[in-house]
Each structure stands twice: as structure tokens, then as C-alpha cells.
């Protein structure tokens, strides 16, 4: 086991700088999930821990060892890829034993490794199968076994379950959170799946134009974004996002600084057809109406743009004019540049007037 530390990390390509100026400690045991779009930085940086890159500026630790001039092989991490790189020719054994017999471990002590893992991930009745023969999630445990044997510090993962069907997908996520609690590594998980980074990691790493955007736990990322990308690449819908100069009741906001925009989480929003004590309201026009078991997303037309509101009550009619109720408790403002501004706040209503709001409200 072993804490990553990245200090002035960067990374360009010719004149292109993918990576900038990025410092992350990755916690001793944690399960850190790096997630953000296409070209974010985040495969590249997981490469560089690697040492599989040679990052162009910046110092890579794992443990207490500086390992910028350690060759991969040396650094005692794993990395487990997004197409398994198994061999096809070899069997499930073989995949698993080939790097031991590089390190010439003795066979006794491999074949004792190889039945330990086998059964920690469930492929003991696999051994002696070609990776063809088996379905993508038994591909993958394999890959993990071969990661496993090799005792690692750290165990790096690169979009592992992108090839998978939901279902399967679903499967893997929870095996792989059981697979470190019980190895207790340093896990270091990359992703563009907003639903993969806040079900698997401890600790989420918002990366975006090869900057991190925000580094906390999945809810501190959920409940307080430090920016208007973090808030609005984290949660489905994403949250509600306005100017303010277009949303009427603002000019009761008390700031320090100016807002430009103002955001909500879908569920912290109500459909109603009177206006309550302590909230914005939006006229609205529900478009569409999502049913998804449990709970109904809604968008909705309103003279400031589109809303979303995700509910738990019995279904609204689609077409019918309706307010969108927001309390002021929940709204969250941002600069032009969209840092968040977090003294910025809407008066609160007295508790009578709040208490009434929450009963229309839920």
C-alpha cells in the first residue's frame, strides 16, 4: 500500500499541453476515481503514475520514493486495462502465472498465489480455460487476478468495465468495491461514468482541459461543487443552471461579489400550482415526462430556459401550467467565470413561512 503524491505535474505533446500544472495526493488505501470527458487529462495522467508517459514537468511519489526516472516495472503498481490485454493462446492459469515465472518465483509458491486469487475472484473452475471461451466479466477477473499475483502498492485502472453490458457492469462495480475493502490497496480508477466515480470512489477527482476541477468525496462533490463544471458534470439530469439577470426575484440577493449564474439540483425542486413563502418561482410549461420506477423526471419550458425536476409523487399531467418551486436554502450561485460564490445568498423565510413551503414542497 502506498499515498501518490503528483506535484506540478504536466504533460504536453509537441506544443500541445494535455496536463497542467496538476498537484493530487491520492490517500494510502483510498479508492480515488479520476472522471471528466474525452481529453480531460485523466488516462493521461494514470499513465504517468504508470510510467507508462514521462510526464514533461513535475515530481510522481508512490510511498516515499520519487519514482520519475523508475521504470515501470519497478514501481510496484499494476494497471488493469480497458481491453484486459490478455493472451489468447495461453489459459486462464497461464494468463495469471505469466508475470511470476518472469519474477521466477518457485512454482510451489506460484501455484499456492495463482489458487488464492483464483478463488478470491471467483475463477477457480476457469483455470484451465482460453480467454475466448469465457464472458467479458470473467475476462476481466482475469485481468484483475494477473494485476492481484503481483502484490502490488497500487492497482491502476483504466476505464476496466467500459466494455460491459449495464448488468454486468453493475456486477463488476460491487465486485470491485468488495475487491478493496478486502485487499485494502490504493485503488486508482479512471472514467468518464459520473454513475461509476460516485458508487465506487472514496475520494473523486473532477478533472476537465487537463485541469482538476475538484478533488473531495463523492457527496462534498455532489452537495458543495467548487465550480459551475463540477456541479453540472455530476448528477443526472445535471443540476439547473440560469443567469441571473433572467430569473425574476434576484434582486433581493445579498452577495459578496457578483453572481452571474444561480443552479439548483433537480430534486431540490417542486412542481406546484401556487407560489410558497421562502422560494423562487419559475412559470413553467411540463414537455416531458419522464417515468423511471420510483421517481419522474421532468422537463419543463420556462421564460428563463429549460428546467429539469426529478420527483416522487404520483405523475402531473404533461401539458399543464405549473410553477417550479425552488427554496432559496437550495440554490447555489456562481461568478462569470464560474467559480462558485458561496456568500451570495436569497433572504430565508421565517419558519412558519418555510414550514409551509416544505409541505408543498415534498
Not at 399543464?320 to 433572504?347: C, I, M, Q, T, W
Amino acid at each position: 500500500m502506498a499515498q501518490i503524491t503528483l506535484n506540478g505535474i504536466e504533460k504536453s505533446y509537441g506544443q500541445e499541453k494535455v496536463v497542467h500544472d496538476l498537484n493530487l495526493t491520492i490517500k494510502d488505501g483510498s479508492f480515488t476515481v479520476l472522471v471528466g470527458p474525452s481529453g480531460c487529462g485523466k488516462s493521461t495522467t494514470l499513465r504517468m503514475i504508470a510510467g507508462l508517459e514521462k510526464q514533461t514537468a513535475g515530481d510522481i511519489w508512490i510511498g516515499d520514493r520519487c519514482v520519475n526516472e523508475v521504470e515501470p516495472g519497478k514501481r510496484r503498481v499494476a494497471m488493469v486495462f480497458q481491453n484486459y490485454a490478455l493472451y489468447p493462446m495461453m489459459t486462464v492459469k497461464e494468463n495469471i502465472e505469466f508475470g511470476l515465472k518472469n519474477r521466477k518465483v518457485p512454482k510451489p509458491e506460484r501455484e499456492r498465489l495463482i489458487r488464492d486469487i483464483a478463488e478470491i475472484v471467483g475463477l477457480s473452475d476457469y483455470l484451465h480455460k482460453k480467454p475466448q471461451s469465457l464472458s467479458g466479466g470473467q475476462r476481466q477477473r482475469v485481468a484483475l487476478a494477473r494485476a492481484m499475483v503481483k502484490s502490488p502498492d497500487v492497482f491502476l485502472m483504466d476505464e476496466p468495465l467500459s466494455n460491459l453490458d449495464a448488468k454486468l457492469r453493475n456486477q463488476m462495480r460491487s465486485e470491485l468495491i468488495g475487491l478493496h475493502q478486502r485487499l485494502g490497496a490504493t485503488f486508482v480508477y479512471v472514467t468518464h461514468d459520473q454513475v461509476e466515480a460516485m458508487s465506487m470512489g472514496d475520494q473523486i477527482v473532477i478533472m476537465d482541459g487537463g485541469r482538476v476541477q475538484q478533488a473531495d468525496s463523492p457527496m462534498n462533490v455532489y452537495h458543495d461543487p467548487a465550480n459551475l463544471f463540477a456541479a453540472q458534470f455530476i448528477g443526472t439530469p445535471p443540476m439547473n443552471v440560469l443567469k441571473c439577470g433572467e430569473v425574476e426575484g434576484m434582486d433581493r440577493l445579498r452577495a459578496d461579489g457578483e453572481p452571474y449564474y444561480v443552479g439548483f439540483r433537480p430534486e431540490q425542486a417542486a412542481i406546484v400550482h401556487e407560489k410558497n413563502p421562502g422560494c423562487l418561482h419559475f412559470p413553467a410549461v411540463i414537455t416531458t415526462r419522464e417515468t423511471l420506477g420510483a421517481e419522474i423526471v421532468y422537463q419543463l419550458r420556462s421564460g428563463a430556459g429549460p428546467l429539469y425536476v426529478k420527483s416522487f409523487l404520483k405523475p402531473l399531467e404533461q401539458a399543464a401550467d405549473v410553477y417550479v418551486s425552488v427554496p432559496h436554502s437550495a440554490l447555489y450561485f456562481f461568478d462569470r467565470n464560474g467559480e462558485r460564490n458561496r456568500r451570495a445568498k436569497l433572504p430565508e423565510a421565517g419558519p412558519m413561512a418555510m414550514a409551509a413551503a416544505g409541505g408543498a414542497f415534498r
